[in-house]
């Protein structure tokens, strides 16, 4: 859902100019609060922001779309606009199926350790297959 146009906002004399200029979006689910996004003087939108009630206690504070580093004052909070990244190139598209791969490989061997458990092979023999000690198949497999 795009944000709503705001009516014209005019600086005040007291104003330098340098203030963003806020584009409050329609209000979303119940939860939301509403985004807003600000715009620079040449109409770039810098962030868009909007709270939630957060599951256990308190608010969250979203911050989307940030297009320069941020610094909240009063805190020590510093937020940095996320790095563009081309997903079609091949060297991304390469590292993330290598992630992916790995992550199913790991749940394959944790599978594996832990059926071999379960039809009661020793850590010792566990730890033959995976090329370590038992004492580090068990740390690392035991709690599985």
Do not use: C
């Not at 962030?47 to 909240?72: C, F, K, N, S, W």
């Amino acid at each position: 859902m795009p944000p709503r146009e705001a009516p014209a906002y005019e600086p005040t004399h007291l104003e330098p100019g340098w203030r963003l200029k806020p584009r409050p979006w329609p209000v979303g689910p119940s939860e939301s609060y509403g985004k807003v996004d600000f715009d620079d003087s040449e109409g770039k939108t810098v962030l868009t922001l909007y709270i939630q009630r957060a599951p256990d206690e308190g608010y969250v504070l979203h911050v989307e779309h940030l297009g320069a580093p941020l610094r909240v004052d009063g805190t020590l909070v510093r937020l940095s606009p996320v790095p563009s990244v081309n997903m079609e190139a091949a060297d991304y598209r390469r590292i993330s199926a290598a992630r992916t791969a790995a992550a199913k490989a790991e749940a394959e061997l944790e599978a594996a350790v832990s059926a071999a458990r379960a039809k009661g092979d020793s850590w010792e023999v566990i730890s033959a297959a995976l090329g370590t000690s038992a004492r580090t198949a068990r740390e690392r497999f035991g709690n599985h």
